[in-house]
């Protein structure tokens, strides 16, 4: 799978929108992006997954560039539940049997 | 619809005991992994299953781990004769389909090595 990088950490207020960026320069054109996060002391939970549209679900909204050399991750009101480790991860569903390689994530802190 | 369940949730073993971990995958799902997650580092491969069958252990160490999916009950996870550093949580995921579908992970198993 071809590398994301992503900022370590980053801060919002609650119930503003958050923006996580997400860089996959060395993407392929059968990559797809996908979200996943980690709350504290949790499993990671899937949140969102896209090829070229952006895609809305009821967690977030997934905005990707024209040239899909990058994405980002949108939380149109963060809550203090939505503190976590996001994670940016690039899988091929014509790459064979892969594992999910998980980076370092982004730590969203969200203050109250 | 049951999520993905591990146990137990945290497990206490000195050194040189044996650790088993379970995992029962969500329903209709039949292809299981399991994942290392050292404290403060991202989570690590370890090992993917379908039933009966071990697909992919390139992340498992050589000696002393080992993993099973039997045709009926959960995966487990065998680490035999435990160090310290192999304190860590270790979750489990299951798909439907394979790899390449979403992965739906359980609350893990913190594994504490006296």
């Known amino acids: 799978d071809a590398k994301t990088t992503q900022p370590n950490s980053m801060e919002s207020n609650e119930e503003e929108p958050v923006h996580l960026p997400c860089n996959h320069s060395t993407i392929s054109g059968t990559d797809y992006i996908h979200w996943y996060r980690q709350l504290p002391s949790q499993g990671p939970e899937y949140v969102i997954h896209?090829?070229?549209s952006n895609v809305n679900n009821r967690m977030a909204s997934l905005a990707i560039a024209e040239d899909r050399k990058s994405s980002t991750l949108i939380l149109h009101r963060a809550t203090l539940r939505d503190a976590a480790v996001y994670y940016c991860?690039?899988?091929?569903?014509?790459?064979?049997?892969?594992?999910?390689?998980f980076g370092k994530g982004t730590r969203l802190s969200v203050i109250a | 619809n049951a999520g993905v369940m591990q146990n137990p949730r945290h497990l206490v073993r000195r050194r040189g005991q044996e650790a088993r971990l379970r995992c029962s995958p969500m329903k209709g799902h039949s292809h299981v992994y399991w994942y290392r997650q050292l404290p403060e580092e991202g989570l690590k491969f370890m090992v993917y299953l379908q039933k009966e069958n071990i697909i992919d252990e390139s992340g498992m160490p050589k000696e002393r781990f080992s993993a099973e999916f039997p045709k009926e009950g959960p995966s487990i996870l065998r680490i035999q004769q435990v160090v310290r550093g192999d304190s860590a949580a270790y979750f489990c995921?299951?798909?439907?389909?394979?790899?390449?579908?979403?992965?739906?992970f359980g609350p893990g198993t913190r594994l504490l090595v006296l």
């Open positions: 991860i690039l899988r091929d569903p014509l790459g064979g049997n892969t594992p999910l390689v």
């Open positions: 995921a299951s798909s439907r389909w394979g790899l390449q579908e979403t992965q739906y």
């Open positions: 896209g090829l070229t």
